[in-house]
Structures are given as C-alpha cells and as structure tokens.
C-alpha cells in the first residue's frame, strides 16, 4: 500500500522508481490518486526484495503491508475508490439540511467536474490537446503542447511558443531552444526528440509520454 500526501501517484511514482534504482514500469497502479489529499492505493513492484521496499523512506511517501505475491497491477484494474471529505464552513449547519442535500445527491446525482490534475497547470490546455487526440488531429496536439500561449504563463514562455511556432517543423532548431530548460519542457523535449528522428511520425511522439496522452 502507498501512503502519499502533497504528490500525485505518477510523480511518486518517479521518485520510487530512483529510489529503488529501477524503470518506473516495473511498478504498476491501477489509478492516479489526488496530490492535495492524504491517499493510500495499492501499487505492485517487480524485481525487488520485501527488504528493499520496507528500506524505502521519502518525506512525502511511504509504504505498508507489503508482501510477496504474483501478477502485477495496470492501469484499469481500479474497482472503486473510497473517500473521507473534510468540509469547513463558517458556522453551525443543521444536521437535517445535510441530510437533505445528501438525499438529492442519492436521487440526482452530482457533476464530477475535471480538476487541474486532468488539464495541467500552470497552462491549463490539456483539454484541448485530449480532444485534438480524439479527433485524430495528432500534429496539432503536439503543436498546442509547445505553442499554445496561456494568460497564466510568465511573458517569457509566451515569447518562447512564438519562437517555436515560427520554427514549426524545423525539429532540431526547436529542440535546441526547449534544452535551455530541460525539465520544465521534459515533455516537450521527449516528443521534439522523436520527431527529429521521424519527422512525420507524430502518434509515436505523444507515445513518447504515454503518461500523458492514455485517457
């Protein structure tokens, strides 16, 4: 069981991963758990000891009833979820006017609204490249990746995606102007990369970050 709190499943799983030494495929989930919320989830490790994994220390993780079995967890084995919500509110409610809201949500139902966890921050455009994916538009999904100016980004990433749509298909160029900041465009270098190698092959650059684009 991963206990984690203040990351999400994908990124602790990035750091279990360096911990341990291993490919982060060898570690299987079956769903990504929120990052502002204490939440425990049930992770399978290939290749490594019970002693390895109860070594394991991190400030923002860590691992319980750990035991030796077979088979592996995937994406799309999740049965369910379970949630405690803590709710603040500025004063006393009547326990009768809970009880009525929870009975119209029994009977109605309630929006899930997609959080920033699915549309990605600071840009906030993720849904926009899901559903040029969707539409089989796969050039245009990576380009809004790299070009797509957002009003929550700094003026200097707004000049950068202009220099990049301006170079739009000149794949070493763009490569080189993205390696000036290797991690915060991580993504985006991993797909420039491809395509400097196969120009034309755009659906094997998004596999590049299927972490990214699996729906």
């Known amino acids: 069981t991963l ?30 758990k929120d990052k502002r919320a204490i939440t425990a989830q049930r992770i399978s490790v290939r290749g490594i000891s019970e002693e ?3 070594a394991v220390h991190a400030p923002h993780f ?19 979820n379970r949630f405690s919500i803590f709710i603040r509110t500025v004063g006393q409610i009547e326990r009768t006017a809970i009880a009525a809201a929870l009975a119209t949500f029994a009977e109605r139902g309630f929006w899930n609204f997609f959080y920033t966890q699915r549309f990605g921050t600071p ?11 969707l539409q089989g538009r796969y050039e245009e999904a990576i380009k809004a990746s790299l070009t797509m100016p957002s009003v929550r980004e700094i003026p200097y990433f707004h000049a950068l995606r202009e ?17 000036y900041l290797p991690y915060s465009f991580r993504n985006e270098c ?5 395509l400097t190698n196969h120009p034309q092959d755009f659906i094997g650059a998004l596999n590049r ?3 990214q684009v699996k729906l």
Do not use: C
Not at 123 to 133: D, P
Not at 163 to 179: F, P
């Open 123 to 133: 840009r906030l455009i993720s849904h926009i490249q899901g559903h040029l994916i």
């Open 163 to 179: 220099e990049l749509r301006r170079e739009w298909g000149h794949w070493d160029i763009i490569l080189k102007k993205l390696e």
């Open 52 to 54: 390895q994994l109860h």
């Open 3 to 32: 206990v984690k709190i203040g990351e999400d499943t994908v990124e602790v799983v990035n750091q279990l991963g360096t911990h341990l030494g291993i490919d982060k495929k060898q570690i299987g989930y079956a769903g990504i």
């Open 62 to 80: 860590f691992l319980k009833d750990i035991f030796s079995g077979k088979g592996a967890l995937q994406v799309g084995d999740l049965e369910g």
């Open 190 to 194: 991993k797909m420039i990369t491809h």
């Open 209 to 211: 970050i299927p972490d």
